[in-house]
């Protein structure tokens, strides 16, 4: 048994008790009247009355957000479509996936039941276009957070977090329990500064063969 089996920055999981099982540390405390019984008998104790302690990993939301501005095609579609993957393999019954750019597309609502393939489908069917509203991507993302009842809520940010559009994104960001931002190589202060409003990690990934490992080393 290991003390520590899931980390973060925040947290990731949390001791529960429970009856005694492979891998558990044993809880004194709470074994200690089924111990002290079978001594008093003379008897060996009885492990299925021992008390164990374990590691859960907490259930956790993601929402992904996709910037689709400028142009949309070859890497930063692969790139899209491999993070929707990862995404729903973390969290596969609570998450969601908004593409934007001066607009917003829920591609998989926080609360919808969608086959992986069919999400991913509809992400390789975008046209990038158009200005770049962050703050109305962070507030969309945040809404579909809002409907979850996971107790850890984490939102990803795939752009190079410039906003040519709509409100302060910085406030939108700093309205997240964790916000990561993963923008391509190159100068970009803004991206940095929305995962730190956030609370996040910031990475930058320059082809989309890296994403998948850059993207599970954020999520921790």
């Not at 529960?16 to 003379?42: C, V």
């Amino acid at each position: 048994f290991r003390r520590v089996l899931f980390r973060s920055k925040r947290g990731v999981g949390h001791l529960a008790g429970g009856a005694l099982r492979d891998g558990d540390e044993i809880d004194l405390d709470a074994s200690l009247p089924a111990i002290a019984e079978a001594r008093s008998l003379g008897q060996r104790v009885d492990t299925d009355a021992l008390r164990g302690r374990h590691w859960v990993r907490e259930e956790h939301a993601l929402t992904l957000l996709i910037d689709r501005s400028g142009s949309m095609g070859g890497e930063r579609l692969v790139t899209a479509a491999l993070a929707a993957a990862i995404v729903a393999c973390r969290a596969p019954s609570d998450y969601s996936i908004i593409a934007f750019a001066g607009d917003c597309v829920v591609v998989k609502s926080q609360d919808a039941d969608r086959p992986t393939d069919s999400v991913i489908d509809d992400l390789l069917s975008l046209h990038g276009y158009g200005t770049t509203d962050l703050a109305r991507a962070l507030n969309a993302g945040h809404q579909q957070l809002s409907r979850s009842r996971s107790r850890r809520k984490v939102g990803i940010l795939i752009s190079d977090g410039m906003s040519t559009a709509g409100g302060d994104p910085l406030r939108l960001a700093r309205e997240y329990e964790t916000l990561h931002v993963i923008a391509p190589p190159g100068d970009t202060p803004q991206a940095a500064a929305l995962a730190r409003a956030g609370g996040g990690r910031f990475a930058q990934v320059s082809r989309a063969s890296e994403l998948p490992e850059v993207l599970l080393r954020v999520l921790g």
